[in-house]
């Protein structure tokens, strides 16, 4: 992640702590209707990593309960559906830009998704050779996906 990604995550935590929660509130109201417009996977992936943002303020949750559950009901069944169709190209690329945008260790630390999809994607590149992962992940944690062997539920995305 580039320095100047991490030096503004840390000033909008900075800036947001010294809000009053009300005025917090109306703020991250105003972000999730601004990425409302976004198609759905980069939304719901937007309001999740906002979740893992705002874990560094001692408050209760300023994202609705409801968008919190659909963020993560939807990237539960895109996991799925990755796993399901290894030959769905957009996906992949989808995928890879994902891991990127997320290769840092405060965004990826708390995010099950993260992990799940780098164990998916590293299987598929590493056909038969050794799988590395970032020190920061817990590698027991990512083998259960590349291990798995049960057959997978279809999913259609809407």
């Not at 929660?21 to 990425?35: F, S």
């Amino acid at each position: 992640m580039p320095f100047g990604q991490k030096r503004f995550r840390q000033q909008f935590i900075n800036l947001l702590k010294q809000w009053l929660e009300a005025k917090q509130r109306q703020l991250i109201e105003l972000l999730g209707r601004y990425h409302a417009q976004l198609p759905e996977e980069l939304y719901f992936e937007c309001m999740l990593d906002l979740l893992l943002l705002l874990d560094e303020l001692d408050t209760e949750s300023l994202v609705p309960e409801e968008v919190q559950r659909a963020g993560e009901r939807f990237m539960a069944e895109l996991e799925k559906t990755y796993a399901k169709h290894e030959q769905h190209q957009g996906l992949e690329f989808w995928v890879q830009r994902f891991l990127s945008r997320h290769d840092d260790t405060v965004l990826r630390k708390d995010n099950e998704f993260y992990i799940t999809f780098l164990a998916l994607h590293q299987k598929r590149q590493t056909q038969g050779t050794k799988i590395h992962f970032p020190e920061d992940i817990d590698q027991n944690q990512a083998l259960r996906f590349i291990n798995q062997k049960q057959p997978f539920k279809d999913y259609v995305l809407k």
